[in-house]
């Protein structure tokens, strides 16, 4: 089976660029959701997050939809779309380049013994995202959870990609998403270059 995958590209920060992955079936033969409808989900929740973004960052859903073989990773195709204006942050406030939210998708999917999941990181988050404990604002978080429901409840049934085990594996899977979490916790991204 195949899968979109839509990158978002985010830039206007240090350690910049990031890249955040979603994944969505793609159904054959106009049975589903189509890559357009994908990448215009994916700005849209990206948009959602634009008001506990820092200033100067900015988020572009790329235009090219990589579409992957499930069960291997493996590129076997890709279509062009039409992916909307990069949303920019607004807010004035200090930040930490390698800190924000996280958005936990739950699935009902299992492999190997274990609940299929994904993370998303909204990294680097601005100031006004946080609480004076250290925690997520509650607007921030009641925001960032709204953006991921709606999301997961979308006409695009976006999933969870199990990747394959190791190289040359043929064991990777998809579950779909049924629901969305935002821990009250700021967390910390370690991958990105400082």
């Given at each position: 089976?195949?899968?979109?995958?839509?990158?978002?590209?985010w830039?206007?920060?240090?350690?910049?660029?990031?890249?955040?992955?979603?994944?969505?079936?793609?159904?054959?033969?106009?049975?589903g959701?189509?890559?357009?409808?994908?990448?215009?989900?994916?700005?849209?929740?990206?948009?959602?997050?634009?008001?506990?973004?820092?200033?100067?960052?900015?988020?572009?859903?790329?235009?090219?939809?990589?579409?992957?073989?499930e069960?291997?990773?493996?590129?076997?195709?890709?279509?062009?779309?039409?992916?909307?204006?990069?949303?920019?942050?607004?807010?004035?406030?200090?930040?930490?380049?390698?800190?924000?939210?996280?958005?936990?998708?739950?699935?009902?999917?299992?492999?190997?013994?274990?609940?299929?999941?994904?993370?998303?990181?909204?990294?680097?988050?601005?100031?006004?995202?946080?609480?004076?404990?250290?925690?997520?604002?509650?607007?921030a978080?009641?925001?960032?959870?709204?953006?991921?429901?709606?999301?997961?409840?979308?006409?695009?049934?976006?999933?969870?990609?199990?990747?394959?085990?190791?190289?040359?594996?043929?064991?990777?899977?998809?579950?779909?998403?049924?629901?969305?979490?935002?821990?009250?916790?700021?967390?910390?991204?370690?991958?990105?270059?400082?």
């Amino acid at each position: 089976m195949a899968i979109f995958r839509i990158q978002a590209r985010w830039s206007g920060f240090t350690g910049a660029p990031g890249y955040s992955a979603f994944h969505f079936d793609a159904a054959t033969e106009g049975a589903g959701p189509t890559a357009q409808q994908c990448a215009d989900a994916v700005r849209t929740l990206v948009a959602s997050w634009s008001l506990y973004l820092p200033g100067g960052v900015s988020i572009q859903v790329e235009s090219e939809v990589q579409r992957l073989e499930e069960s291997t990773g493996e590129l076997i195709g890709f279509e062009i779309v039409t992916p909307g204006a990069a949303v920019s942050g607004s807010g004035t406030a200090s930040y930490a380049a390698a800190a924000g939210a996280v958005l936990i998708w739950n699935t009902q999917g299992v492999r190997r013994g274990r609940r299929i999941q994904g993370r998303t990181f909204v990294v680097p988050m601005g100031g006004a995202g946080l609480s004076s404990d250290g925690s997520l604002a509650a607007a921030a978080q009641t925001a960032f959870q709204n953006g991921a429901q709606t999301f997961a409840d979308s006409i695009t049934a976006p999933v969870v990609w199990a990747r394959p085990s190791g190289p040359g594996a043929s064991d990777g899977a998809i579950a779909s998403i049924t629901s969305a979490r935002v821990p009250d916790k700021v967390a910390v991204l370690r991958s990105r270059r400082d």
